[in-house]
Nanobody, 121 residues
């Protein structure tokens, strides 16, 4: 019905950069907020950043000043530019969006499959 497909993960050395992308497809009426979460081994999933359709952003304290979230509303795509990466940023990164579907006009919470980011020291 609706899916989120992520890309852009990989391995990088500390101080390096990566850019994640997440494209939503399917029966989409509207997406107000899109976001990125991450889950490190042995830890709970945590919020990284969110962005509204109007461009308002919110970041976890741990990534402020290093990560930048952006989106292309026309393409239903959200991006996460990650700079000055640290080993503690190593995690599986998940895209998330509460999608209003055309079928029901109700909110469907959708998660991507996750993409692994590994930062070595």
């Amino acid at each position: 019905q609706v899916q989120l497909v992520e890309s852009g993960g990989g391995s990088v050395q500390a101080g390096g950069s990566l850019r994640l992308s997440c494209a939503a497809s399917g029966s989409i009426f509207r997406i107000d907020t899109m976001g990125w979460y991450r889950q490190a081994p042995g830890k709970q999933r945590e919020l990284v950043a969110t962005i509204t359709s109007g461009g308002s952003t919110n970041y976890a304290d741990s990534v402020k000043g290093r990560f930048t979230i952006s989106r292309d509303n026309a393409k239903n795509t959200v991006y996460l530019q990650m700079d000055s990466l640290k080993p503690e940023d190593t995690a599986v990164y998940y895209c998330y969006a509460p999608v209003i579907t055309t079928a029901s006009l109700r909110v469907l919470e959708v998660w991507g499959q996750g993409t692994l980011v590994t930062v070595s020291s």
